[in-house]
């Protein structure tokens, strides 16, 4: 049994024994004739000539074995319903959803843009395109006309896949209006809207030959029998655009055979998960972690996927320990923002429920901080893995391997470099930096299967966005900065852009942040670097109390942010010690939990806090303003 080391160093040093090993993992159609074509750097080909499909690889294949076992498990307690599919059940709706394309006219490297809320049909839709090799994007529920629309114009979608209404908290949430409204204001126009009527909306409005009905189409249907097109592992299999959260958002583009190795490679190493077992990840279509770990991981590597409509509040905080006892949850992935509001809640409501059968728990998406970190592990009395990625990768670029080797965690770190990515932190000179000190976490190219292959119609821009950070090396930047110890382990210390220069010194928002979460009282923070003329930049902070009694007089909140700046003083030294704590019940997040950290910044400086349409709740940005004018 090798070490992660020996592993990942293998991974980097013989890459085409390495890959050639993991691409067993899956079917191929036909076999591939060169592992890797890195001809045109930063440009590289994944499994040159082999010929595969995703849909086959998550479905087809499982089904033709185990016909009658759990696929997609749907939960939402929203509209409080349940159902399972069996991979028979769900390959047949996959082929009903494509003779449904195939009628509507899309053809392979077609767009199908898909704007829908968190059902079954979101997932038919995705497989469906999959398998005649159409190319999906999927658009965040959330997002609202202008966001869409940009999208729209971008991909150039044949086909939109909508559905007349989400669910939220109990409450409809109205999507067929927005997408009017997108499709009037964007420039290119879609030859059909599939409809998926929930019955939620009642009047929701209908465009005669464009918009047509999802459940009389699959009435005609029924008993289509549509094959797999076979495709070769570069061709495109989905447009996804990341999450907007530094400015426009980018379409990554992902290959087909290099993403079914990469995934299926990761559910081994990575997330130990195998077949019969189920995954629970509680993200959302919309997202990269939905794309690779609700929808195409899983089931690739055999394993049920639940699929859950709802918060994780409702009924009650202990619903997704509930589901993870109910369907034997063996693998969960959830993120940090969504274990800081656990956090809060009794803990008895997760020692109500069996959780025997779940093995680990994955966290990613932002910084975990040590203290939400340690306290979620020993509640759960198993490891909880940090895993840090973005939507470019598509998978993991620093976490435990425990399907490898069980490294301890250490708390507030995503561990190491994942096989395959030659990832080091690199100076402003575009010289290596040695253990302990803060540079750019960058990977040295070829990017490993699964990453993006390119900017969507845009060549140049993956080029000039990600691979021009130094003249020497040629190196993909995360625009993240990281810091790695003595042991090799990472941790991410926020954005580039978010490092702030206090009189001469680098202080990444995350250690200020991390260091004011060590005083008891406080359950969340935001730190900012505001504009000082003396200092050049200072860091504010953001925080939220544990206990609203804490901070109900001007005296108590004089008093605790006395308290916050010894425990960072402790921590950090002076130098860390924010200008002022301002006392908040809510910070402004983005629906997939990243702080809007830009717009905190835009408000504390009286500029204007720009584009909020991902804001989770905009009642926090008042009181932001509310906290700054006091
Ligand atoms: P955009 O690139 O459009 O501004 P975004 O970067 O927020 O949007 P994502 O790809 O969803 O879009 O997010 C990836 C980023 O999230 C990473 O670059 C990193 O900053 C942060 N992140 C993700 N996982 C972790 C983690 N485990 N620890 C720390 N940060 C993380
Ligand atoms: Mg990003």
Not at 48 to 58: D, E, I, S
Not at 150 to 169: F, N, W
Request: aromatic content about 10%.
């Amino acid at each position: 049994m090798a070490t992660y080391k020996e592993f990942h160093q293998y991974s980097i040093e013989q890459p085409d024994a390495f890959w050639t090993e993991q691409a067993q993992l899956i079917d191929w159609k036909e076999p591939f004739t060169q592992v890797c074509d890195f001809s045109r750097p930063p440009f590289a080909k994944w499994f040159v000539g082999g010929k595969t499909n995703l849909c086959h690889n998550a479905i087809d294949r499982h089904a033709a074995k185990r016909p009658n076992d759990n696929a997609l498990i749907f939960v939402s307690t929203e509209t409080d319903e349940e159902k399972i599919y069996s991979f028979a059940e769900l390959q047949t709706e996959v082929e009903r959803m494509a003779a449904i394309y195939k009628s509507l006219g899309v053809k392979k490297g077609d767009r199908v843009l898909i704007y829908m809320p968190m059902i079954p049909q979101a997932a038919f839709a995705m497989f469906a395109a999959a398998r005649i090799g159409a190319i999906h994007s999927v658009v965040f529920g959330g997002f609202a006309s202008g966001s869409l629309a940009t999208r729209i114009d971008d991909a150039k979608p044949a086909l939109i896949v909508s559905s007349d209404a989400g669910m939220r908290g109990g409450k409809a949430v109205p999507y067929k209006h927005l997408l009017d409204e997108a499709i009037e204001i964007a420039e290119h126009k879609p030859n059909h809207v599939l409809m998926v009527d929930r019955g939620l909306d009642k009047g929701f409005n209908k465009v005669a030959g464009r918009d047509v009905d999802y459940a009389t189409l699959r009435e005609q249907h029924l008993n289509a029998r549509v094959e797999c097109e076979w495709l070769e592992s570069s061709e495109p299999s989905y447009i996804l655009y990341t999450s907007g959260t530094t400015g426009k958002p980018k379409g990554v583009q992902r290959d087909t055979g290099g993403y079914a190795v990469a995934l299926a490679s990761s559910l081994k190493h990575i997330y130990c998960g195998g077949e019969g077992e189920t995954f629970f990840s509680t993200s959302d279509i919309g997202w990269v972690v939905g794309h690779s770990y609700i929808i195409y991981g899983p089931l690739i590597a055999g394993m049920a996927t639940i699929m859950y409509e709802g918060t994780p509040l409702r009924p009650d905080p202990g619903i997704w320990w509930q589901i993870v006892e109910k369907y034997k949850v063996s693998v969960m992935f959830s993120a940090p923002t969504a274990a800081r509001v656990l956090k809060k809640q009794d803990p008895a409501y997760m020692h109500k429920y069996d959780l025997s059968t779940l093995k680990h728990v994955f966290m990613a998406g932002e910084p975990l901080d040590q203290p939400t970190h340690e306290w979620f592990q020993n509640e759960l009395g198993r490891p909880v893995i940090d895993n840090y990625w973005q939507t470019e990768t598509g998978w993991p670029m620093l976490a435990a391997l425990h399907g490898v080797e069980k490294t301890p965690i250490k708390f507030g770190s995503p561990s190491f470099p994942v096989y395959g990515y030659n990832l080091k932190i690199f100076r402003e000179d575009g010289s290596e930096c040695g253990a302990n000190e803060k540079g750019i976490a960058a990977v040295i190219p070829p990017l490993p299967p699964g990453c993006l292959s390119t900017v969507w119609g845009q060549d140049d821009r993956f080029v000039s966005t990600y691979f021009t950070l130094f003249k020497e090396p040629l190196v993909y930047s995360s625009y993240d900065w990281a810091i790695k110890d003595d042991d090799g382990y990472f941790t991410i210390l926020g954005r580039t852009d978010d490092v702030i220069n206090v009189a001469g010194h680098r202080l990444g928002t995350r250690e200020i942040e991390e260091a004011i979460q060590n005083h008891a009282a406080i359950a969340e923070v935001a730190v900012v670097g505001v504009e000082d003329k003396l200092k050049g930049q200072v860091p504010m902070a953001f925080a939220v109390v544990k206990d609203a009694t804490r901070v109900a007089t001007p005296e108590l909140v004089k008093a605790l942010e006395k308290e916050v700046f010894s425990t960072v003083d402790g921590i950090l030294g002076a130098i860390g010690r924010p200008a002022r704590v301002h006392f908040v019940t809510g910070l402004p997040k983005t629906r997939s939990g990243k702080m809007l950290r830009r717009s905190l910044q835009a408000l504390a400086e009286g500029r204007d806090p720009g584009d909020l349409t991902t804001i989770e709740d905009p009642s926090t940005l008042e009181q932001i303003r509310n906290a700054l004018a006091s």
